[in-house]
Every structure is written in C-alpha cells, then in structure tokens.
C-alpha cells in the first residue's frame, strides 16, 4: 500500500457523501461495496492516475476508489497512436484486470464493446446543461465533442431529431452510449477561472484567455443556478 | 505516489502530450485537435513561449476589429489570443480570428507574384508584373478607352476601406468609370433604402426596449454585434422579435418568431404598417410635419391586411399582429436587417417600407431607436472623386442611374453580359483585389465564360482561389497581421502590424504606390510611405498617422461643429425629411413608394414550380467561414466540413432523402451536389444552403440575367430562387 498515495488523496470531498454520487472506475459490479477491500491495485494499475481514494469523512466508502473527472478523467485505458488514432493499451481496462476481488469486473478494450456497456458497468453518464454550454449558447467551442473517444456514438455533433438550425457544434449526449469517462468534463471550459481553481482542475490558461469573456458571460446569465462545468457526468438510477 | 507507467494522451498536469509534441514541431500553430483548438502552449509554463513578446493589436478579417494579443518570437507569431482588456471587444474572439496564425502560415498561401502561361504558373518579380500591368492598361486606354478596365474590390472593403479608397484613386487617375465589387450584393442596397426613406441610422442596442432582427442573423454572422450588443440587450430584457424562414441560435431566444416566405418580406412590413396605421399607433407629426408623401403610402397601405400577408407570407395573421403590437408598445425599438433582405428583386423597395415603419412609431433619432453617429468633420477626400470627368459612362449607368449617381459604381452582376455581348462597350481587363466574385458573383459558369474572353485578368489575394484560377497575374496579398490597418468611424485608430510581410508579399498601398509609379502617376501618388498618405487624408482635424501610432485605443473622429441636437437629428435623406414618398426614385424612373413586388424566381410562377417545385434561400451564414474564405483552415474545417441543402424533413422523405444522403440540386442555370440534412424549422416547400464552396457552390444556381436583378440596387436574388432536388 502506497501510504503517500492514501494520504495525498485522502482530501474531503463533502458533496460525495452519498453512495449515489460517487463514481466507480468502470466495471463497478452492483455489489461494488461489499466486493471492494480497499487494496488498491486499481490505483496503482490505472495508467494515468485517474483512480483516487475515498478520504476518512466518506464514511462506509472510506478509501474505496473513486474518479473525479473534473480533476483527471478515464481514458479508457486508451493512448493515441503515431497514426493519430486512437488505440488500446491493452485487452482489458487495467483496474479491472487488477481487481482481485471482482468488486471491478474486467472490461474488453473494444470500442464496439465499450459503447454498448451493460447499464451497470457504466461509470455515469454524461449531462449537458445547454444553459451553460458554450457551443449551444454562442455556436463555438465544441471541445467535449472532439475529446470524446466514442465520438458520434455518445456524444454527437447536432441532436439527431430537433429543430435546431445550427452551424459547427451543438453537442447531444446519447445517454445509452454514453460510459461516463467523463473526458468531456475535464475539457469543458465553463468553469470559475481563478488561480486556486485552475491549480485544482489543470485547464490550461490558453482556455481562460481563449472562452473567458464568453464564460463569465454565461456564468453572469445563470447566476446561482449555474452548477459548473457545462457537462457533467452524474450516476442515474439504475448505474450503480 | 506511484511511478507512472506511461506518459499516453494526457498528463496530470492538464495539456495533452500530443498536443505539446505537435506544438512543438509545428511552432506558431497554434491549433491542432478538433475545431476548438486544446492549445497546449500558451501558458507561462510552457518552454516555446519563453521568449516572446506580446503585441497587443486587433483582428482584422471583418469589420469587428476584436483586440488581439500576439506573441512573437524571431518574427513569427507563435500563439494568439483574444485580448481581454480591449475596451471594444472586452476578451470576445470568434474562431476564425483564433484561425489567423492558421492563415498567415498557411502551406497554401501564394506568397511571390506569377504568371500564368498556359495553364501553369510561372514565378515572377513584382517589377515584371507591375511592368506587365501597366504595359497592357496604357495599350488598353489608348485602343478601347480607359472604360475598357473593371476595377472589383472584394474583402479589402470591409477589412480596409483606407485601401480601397487609394485602388478608387488609381481607378480615377486611370479614367475608368468602372469601379464595382462587393457592394454589388451587400451593403449598398441598404444604404440606399435607408437614405431614401429614414436616413443612414443604426440600433440603439444599449437603450432599447425591442429589437427586431429582420432578415438578420448576428448570432452566425456579427459575432461581436451579437455578443458585444444583441445578448446584452436581451440579457438587460430588451423585446427581440426575429424574422427569418429559419431557426437559428438566435431565434431560440425570441420571444416572437415569425417565418415569411422568402422574398415576401416587403407584403409582410406593408402589413404591419397597415395594423400601425389602422389602430393609430403612429405619430402623426411624423407622418404630418416631417414627412414627404404620406398621405399617398396611407392609401397604398390600405389594401395589405393582415389576411392577405397571411396567404402571401405564410404566416398566421394573428402572429403578424401580435409582431406589430410588441413592436409598436415596446418602445424605443429598433429594427436590424440584415443581407437576406437585400437579395431578391425588390429588395430596397422593402428595406424603405421596413424602416419607415421605425418612423411611422418615432423611432428614428432618438435614444434607444434607430440613431445616428452625428455628421463627422470632413477628411481629404483620397479617391479624387472630382479628378476629371469620365470620358465613358459606367457600362451599367443607363439601367441603375441612382446607383451611378448615388455611389459612382457599377453592378458587378452585369460585367459577364458586358464582357460576352460588346454592349454597351468592350470591356477588356479586369482587376480583383481580395475579392472572389468566380464563387460569391452569380451565375458561376457565366462569370467563367467572361474571365476567359478578357484581355488581362489581375487578381491579388493570398490564395489561389477559383477566381484567382482564372487570372492571368497572380500578385500576393498579405494577412492582417502582416499589415497596418486603419479604421475610421466614431474613433480613428491603426491597429499596427505584428510581423513582416510573408514572402514577397505586398501589402494593398505598396501596389498602389509601385503600379502608379509604373503609370506615370507620381503625382498623384506622392507619398513614400502608408503613414504620409494616413497624413494627408487626416489633415483637417490635425492629426496624424504617428499620434495615432502612439494612441493604441484611438482619436475620437470629431464632429461638425454646430448645435449637437441639430447633427444628431438631421434627417439624412435628400430632402430633409422621411420619405415615404421618394422623388430621386421617381425621378429615376422607379415608383416613389416602397410598394410589393413578387420576388423573381418564385412559387408565383407556376409553370416553373412545377419543374423546380422547392424555393431555396442560399447564403446561410456560419460562422466559421466568411463567404468563400478559410475553407482550407483545419480548425475550422473540423466543425463545419462540408456544403449541405437544408430541407425540410417531410419533404425529404417523400423524395426518398434521408438525412446525410448525396443530393444533386439544380436550377435553370445548373446543378451541384450536397449531402442533405434535415432541419424541422424549415417550413415545407423551403431548402437553405450557404455560399462560398468551390465544389458546391450555389452559385451555379443563380441568375444574372439583368431581369432578374433588384432594379434600383442590381443585386441578385440569392435569397430566393426555384430549384429541385434529387437523391444521387
């Protein structure tokens, strides 16, 4: 056990109390929470550091594994090769394969697979808010659409059937393609712009300079009911 | 915390290692994934901005001017962002203007001068082009007159109007009547509606209480208007009524959408006048004391009720009524129309009845209506309007004389006609500068027949467009950043250019300057450099190009002196006075009142709708290419890639399309392919596409034909025309 892994996550976050909000690494079977033993592996497996550890005020869910794409979303255990596609780093997500107990199942790296994952081994799924998106309120940007790996399956260029006359990108989640990697989250560029905040979320400062005014213009419209970034993933129901 | 593994698509840190590697190899592109560009370089932390020095300047692809900072290192432009402490653009930047360094480095610019022989290229130096240029123009002059040379301005006017004032100049020293360009379809129309109804007045954004977007679609085409002005208008709870046959990103917040049929927006603004008057929701001194002509519009105006706009427009009477009472109990309002409006044959005869509306419920010049900027102290004039009298009429003179007498510019529409027929004159040479009319004039195929037919074809751009395809000199054009570029309106500033020019390229005045010389224009052409001829042109308000210089935020352009109010609400029409009835129109031939006219090409022609039975609008606008230009940008080909028809989903069903299939779409003239997409908010019967595809382009549609052309403006009828569509 790597004892400045545990304590340098072991930072409080209040609003993941609940069982319901917390995002598992994917392949979280239903019974996650009496399978899980808190060793882990899955940490140490996970090729980018996405997979952090729930801290002592997380009750039950004490140093179980969670992802906080905000900070650093799944990739899928993906990379992108010489040839700029995108390609697997191995047969089966890494956290998975490392489980010993089964609390994560291994799930195949296929893109056909993955975009047709069984409800319950999603991670979440992904929610736009168009009041606060910038592609739908000013027409640009458009960043979660070119970053998502199952790009025109979850996440689309225009909704498939509504009136809208739209030019470049309108961004729709298919919810039933959707894993929740939460990629899409760690691109958006409606969020807070301050120094604490940018340490925290690693957007580039090019983002700030680049969507700011446009930003703060949204941010200035929605006010208190602006629960930030634009697109979030968030757990339904029946995700466990 | 555990050794990583592997270094894949994104660090901890938050830039995207690919991204960084490219950034590296490819320094001073500064987009790479996608459209948006997840720019991994300009931060503070990053290597390759160590170094740089930051420029403050402003964009310069459209009128807008947003502020922009550059960083430059060795003379090249390694990243650009929108500057946040512009006063006028406040950090707002649109893709395109983020596209500039993508444009300037662009592997396609053309950047030394060519010849064309046969049909390759061959380099030249811009000594042997001025040299060709000016030997054939003096032997033109001296065979055909010098009316046999069209001068076409393109972009520059928009971009830099300082610059198109000095290509007028050399075309006036040269002689030739003949100066067109893009104020053949846009602009000019307006202008003249205005001038012959309200007077050149523009939105009060920032006091009004409701706006009408007629035709006008800022939310794709102004971007900074709609950021800087409309969304806080509305945000501030400004009315917005918007008129348009199609849901765009700005209808979505309207409170009133109304969908006319293409072309019938003229019945639709008679009818609101007809409600305005009926109920007495106008003022009457208006009408009475500073009006010409209205008891005449009140008569004309009695038969457009609302139930016969109903079955011309399409729309439901009551919507038409319910539009005119927010409009006329919302008040001050002000009404913007855009492009669309300008293009069908009745298009400034609608454009007055749609501002006199504005009048009829006092909102012209005053707060929070229609405004005006006070009438500026007069600047030098640099086009030597008065050099001496043409010894030739413009070849289209005799059939718009307003035009020719209003502006001094003839129709662009008509130079094919001109070139092919003989009539009224040979017309032998022609110059393009920034301009692309081979895919933005219409009737592609006949624009081409007539480039063919012409003695000597110049164009000066920065890339080898279709139009440039056809020139016979190609001179190389420089970027905005390569360039200083001065902007008169309410302030005048310089927004200094960043790096040296590119290549061999040259920048606008450098051509005037070097092919006066050539011509033997030195002295009209006296200046050595841009700022001695910024000099000159400034002189009678003292200031000159290095106050300027020194002043990055501008000089207040100062007014007429006189009693402000007065300035302010000057009507600016010929007569003082709001014209509903118009006598330079009458006297020109046309009917003095703004009455409706069917469209050209449209579903009143019957024994054409049956063979071409849907009505299409083109030049829908988006807002990653401005007409035919950054097509070749990956950035900002990855969000918009290709053409495609906008239909109707019932429509394209029962022709067998579905959404993404391979249509062909004719018209008289010709046919083009597309892929179809399928939009709700078209009413059946309407198909919409944008312009400016060299593959797809619509204008292979168009007509040209001198019957088809708005009388009075000679624009072309792009918003409105018969077309059929086929699955491929």
Known sequence: MKNTGMLATTVSFPILRSKEDVLRPPGAASDFLSKCIRCGKCVEACPYDSIRLLGADSGLNIYTPYIDPVKTPCYLCRTTGTDGKSKPLGKYLRCGKACPTGALKPILNDIEVLSKLPKEMKIGTANLNRKLCVAWQFSFCGECYFNCPLKDRALLSRPPDEEVSRSGISPYVNQKACIGCGRCVFVCPVRKFNAKFINETNVPDYFQLRYGALVERIIAQNRDNAQLPAIRVLKNKSDR | MKKRIFIGEETAKGYTRREFLKYLELAGISVTIGGAGFFAGCSNKVDSLAGAKEFITRCGLCGSDCGMKTYIKNDRIVAVVPNKDDPNSKGFMCDMGLANVEQTYSPDRILNPGKRVGDKWVDISWDEALNIISEKLSKLKIDYGPQSTVCHYGVTEVRAPFYRQLFRRFSNVYGTPNFTGCGSQCAVSTMMAKKYSIGSVHPDYENTKCMVQWGSNPSSSSLLEWFSKVLPARERGAKLICIDPRANPMTQMADIHLKPRPGTDGVLALAMTNIILGNNLYHTDIAEKYGVGFSEYEELVKKYKPELAETITGIPAKDIINATMMYAENSPACIETGNALELHINGVQTIRSVMLIQALCGNVNVKGGMISSGEKVRLTDMELDDYKPFTSKGYSADRYPVLWQSRKMVTANLLPDTVLTGKPYPVKALMVIGGNPIVTGPNSSHQRKAYKKMDLVVVYDLFMTETAKMADIFLPATSCL???NIKIRDRIYISPKVIPEQGNAWPEWKLWFELAKKMGYEKEFPWATLDEAIDEHL??????????????????????????????????????????????????????????????????????????PLLMTSGIRIPYYIHSQFRNLASLKAKSPGPVIEMNPADASSLGISEGNNVSISSLRGSIQAKAQLNKSLKSGIVAMSHGWSKSNVNELTDDSAQSLDPISSFPGYRGFLCKVEKV
């Open chain 2, 482 to 484: 390569e360039r200083d």
């Open chain 2, 539 to 612: 002189s009678p308000i003292n200031i000159t190009a290095a106050d300027l210089r020194e002043n990055f935020n501008g000089i207040d352009h100062p007014l007429k002196s006189g009693n402000m109010k007065e300035l302010e609400e000057k009507i600016k029409t010929p007569s003082g006075k709001i014209e509903f009835h118009s006598q330079t129109l009458a006297d020109a031939g046309y009917n003095p009142l703004p009455d409706y006219v069917e469209p050209y090409e449209g579903p009143a022609d019957k024994k054409l709708l049956a063979k071409y």
